[in-house]
């Protein structure tokens, strides 16, 4: 199975007096269509969420708010990314595993993905996961 690697994006913002405003546009700063969009917010603070990759969905995070760290490992490199600011997208491919933690109290952490919900897709067994990628 082909790996792919995850990277950081910097997205121009356009502003004046009046504020900041941020496009996002499928094929531009995101490099793929997407079909979902979803954000986590008020969470707990000690709480780390993801555990798992995916078998097709691509991801694009963005830290709308505050920051958190996202934990990747896509067995032949493990990385540790802070997102903190609405400007820095991080494009997440299907073979990362994937976890956030340490959400400061006023994140909002948008993710834009390529393909709708699917159980079937979510590789949530670590085990497994190496099976998948490992080779």
């Not at 969420?49 to 990747?72: D, N």
């Not at 990362?96 to 159980?119: Q, R, T």
Request: glycine letters at 6%; hydrophobic letters at 35%; proline letters at 3%.
């Amino acid at each position: 199975m082909q790996t792919f690697t995850s990277k950081l994006v910097k997205i121009e913002s356009l502003g004046d007096e009046r504020g900041q405003l941020t496009v996002l546009e499928e094929n531009k700063y995101i490099p793929f269509e997407f079909k979902r969009v979803f954000y986590i917010y008020g969470t707990i603070s000690g709480v780390r969420r993801g555990f798992h990759a995916h078998y097709k969905t691509r991801q694009a995070l963005i830290c709308v708010s505050g920051s958190c760290k996202v934990h990747l490992d896509n067995i032949r490199r493990t990385e540790e990314i802070l997102l903190e600011s609405p400007n820095t997208i991080l494009i997440l491919e299907p073979n990362d595993w994937h976890e956030m933690y340490d959400f400061s109290p006023d994140c909002v952490l948008l993710v834009i993905a390529s393909h709708m919900y699917d159980s079937a897709d979510y590789i949530r067994d670590y085990s497994r996961f190496q099976e998948v990628y490992g080779s």
